[in-house]
């Protein structure tokens, strides 16, 4: 059995008039000049699908997306299908309120306290990325998720009797218009007892490597990481690498970052191919 993970990331789509909007057919035809024979590929978006977050933009990331799905399954993949998280442009800033201000200010002081998932500040934190979260539900066909499941979710998939899930992490819920680094935060009581069993393959979605969260958490996270995938994807930075840690008991974890899909200088993306047999 032979999969593909297409990964795509720093997309900010403005409009269709986006270059890179116009290039699906081109996309789907250098995956499928490397990776023959496919049994299914997932598409992999790990932030900034949007440029400001704003809907208008979501419906010409729909629109493209779409259109690579179809060229993939129309040239014979078996199975098709979407594991996405968002970045800080897929934050539409224009819906935050004085609240949201007022608690990204006094950051540590909100942290510092059991947050309350269906409380108001929460929901001022993460209104921004509703127009995200819509989006996602379209392009994945599944029901819009909960504030309470939008910073820690996941998606499983069963291709060929193995079951495959995406660990998909947040990290762009307390952005603001320009990050600061090590202020980004995803809240460890989320992690607890959320390891599945016996996965064939567990990959981590983020937008932000570590390096951009509380450093403190960031060694929360990326000690469930180790413990919990094989793989983990992100993006952010815009320049693509791959490298490969290995611990002295054996197990290793392979980091994938990817470059920016549209950009004003280089651009890319990048394909895994897992081969099961």
């Known amino acids: 059995m032979q999969i593909a993970i297409l990964h795509l990331s720093d997309i900010h789509l403005k409009s269709l008039s986006d270059p890179v909007a116009g290039r699906a057919l081109k996309i789907k035809e250098a995956v499928l000049g490397k990776c023959a024979n496919l049994d299914a590929c997932f598409i992999v978006i790990t932030g900034d699908v949007a440029n400001t977050g704003a809907s208008e933009e979501y419906d010409a990331a729909t629109a493209f997306l779409q259109q690579l799905r179809s060229a993939l399954l129309a040239a014979g993949v078996g199975q098709v299908e979407f594991a996405i998280v968002p970045g800080n442009h897929d934050c539409n800033l224009r819906r935050a309120n004085e609240t949201r201000a007022y ?126 995938a094989d793989l983990v994807l992100t993006g952010h930075e815009h320049v693509g690498n791959a490298l490969r840690i290995q611990a002295f008991a054996g197990d290793q974890l392979d980091y994938i970052e990817a470059p920016a899909l549209q950009d004003e200088t280089e651009t890319g993306f990048q394909v895994l191919l897992l081969n099961f047999d």
């Open 103 to 228: 608690l990204l200010e006094t950051l540590a002081s909100y942290l510092s306290r059991r947050i309350d998932y269906e409380g108001s500040n929460f929901h001022a934190l993460i209104d921004p990325q509703t127009d995200f979260f819509s989006f996602k539900a379209v392009i994945t066909n599944r029901d819009m998720l909960p504030n309470a499941d939008r910073i820690y979710y996941q998606r499983s998939f069963t291709v060929g009797g193995k079951a495959i899930v995406f660990h998909c992490f947040n990290t762009a819920w307390l952005s603001r218009k320009n990050d600061v680094q090590a202020e980004l935060y995803i809240p460890a009581d989320l992690l607890r007892g959320t390891e599945p069993g016996d996965a064939a393959l567990q990959i981590a979605l983020m937008h932000h490597p570590y390096n951009w969260l509380n450093s403190v958490n960031a060694q929360e996270l990326e000690t469930y990481i180790r413990r919990s």
